[in-house]
């Protein structure tokens, strides 16, 4: 069984930072694309970011281009979100999720098979 542990989440002023981890259990890791979704209260869990198994083609939410950096460490079995000058609407629990092999999307939710528990990320203006 895969599991997707998030970590990093915390309350930060608007303009400031936060990095977020999510370490993936198993040995194939390298194999699957990975990317990050959140979900704000009341809202769907929408795509951020999405990152290929080998890491050269990166995918951003426009509304997050030029913010946001995702990263992985196959080594570490670690994929990162790094997340700077934030705002207010970016408050929302984050997920990192395992694209499904041969998927023909990193943007929708159907399109990933195992998720993490989620960490809350505030945003205070």
């Known amino acids: 069984q895969v599991q997707l542990v998030e970590s990093g989440g915390g309350l930060v002023q608007a303009g400031g930072s936060l990095r977020l981890s999510c370490a993936v259990s198993g040995r194939t890791f390298s194999t699957y694309a990975m990317g990050w979704f959140r979900q704000a209260p009341g809202k769907e869990r929408d795509f951020v970011a999405a990152i290929t198994r080998g890491g050269s083609s990166l995918y951003y939410a426009d509304s997050v281009k030029g913010r946001f950096t995702i990263s992985r460490d196959n080594a570490k079995n670690t994929v990162y979100l790094q997340m700077n000058s934030l705002k207010p609407e970016d408050t929302a629990v984050y997920y990192c999720?395992?694209?499904?092999?041969?998927?023909?999307?990193?943007?929708?939710?159907?399109?990933?098979?195992?998720w993490g528990q989620g960490t809350q990320v505030t945003v205070s203006s």
């Open positions: 999720a395992r694209r499904r092999l041969w998927s023909d999307s990193y943007y929708n939710t159907d399109n990933y098979d195992y």
